[in-house]
């Protein structure tokens, strides 16, 4: 069935380094795509989207990445700090079911900063 | 600006009884309203949506139902909790014309039944 996964459920990394945390998606008909960041015991916060008709979206520190060739969507941090310790969720809009309300999350990763 | 709140916090029942959760949305008009369950360490599973008053679509069935008694505001209830109803139970809120773009997600509740 159609569905958002992730590559790697745990990312450790030094402060300082850049990140890449990944995703694969399996619809197709996916055309909207969300990065979350949840801290222990929070709600998600939303990070940064983009539009399938995009291959990469730039924000504050953070960059994402589409590449719709393979399915594959990627959060890249830069300079990691200790407060970007957290799960990261993908989700996507994929046009499942003939709902267009619905996001489908994966699994999430887990980032550790390590000072 | 816009906010989202849940209440309680934290809740712990016992098994049999009922459950009532709520979620309320400040500062929009007309929002697309979500309830999500989440297990210790796993992602989010989506239990209900509406997409206005009195309109309520159900993703999973189990013993929970929702209701939307008003524009935002948009409760979660059990007649009977089970064990397996224990999680972080998140409520989230859109406003794209065209439906689930970016949901913002309250600050949850978390649910441990007992």
Known sequence: GESVGLHLPTLSVQEGDNSIINCAYSNSASDYFIWYKQESGKGPQFIIDIRSNMDKRQGQRVTVLLNKTVKHLSLQIAATQPGDSAVYFCAENGHSGGSNYKLTFGKGTLLTVNP | ?114
């Open chain 2, 1 to 114: 600006s816009q906010t989202i709140h849940q209440w309680p916090a934290t809740l712990v029942q016992p098994v049999g009884s009922p459950l009532s959760l709520e979620c309320t949305v400040e500062g929009t008009s007309n929002p697309n309203l979500y309830w999500y369950r989440q297990a210790a360490g796993r992602g989010l599973q989506l239990l209900f949506y509406s997409v206005g008053i009195g309109q309520i679509s159900s993703e999973v069935p189990q013993n929970l139902s929702a209701s939307r008694p008003q524009d935002r505001q948009f409760i979660l209830s059990s007649k009977k909790l089970l064990l397996s109803d224990s999680g972080f139970y998140l409520c989230a809120w859109s406003v794209s014309p065209d439906g689930a773009f970016e949901q913002y997600f309250g600050p949850g509740t978390r649910l441990t039944v007992t």
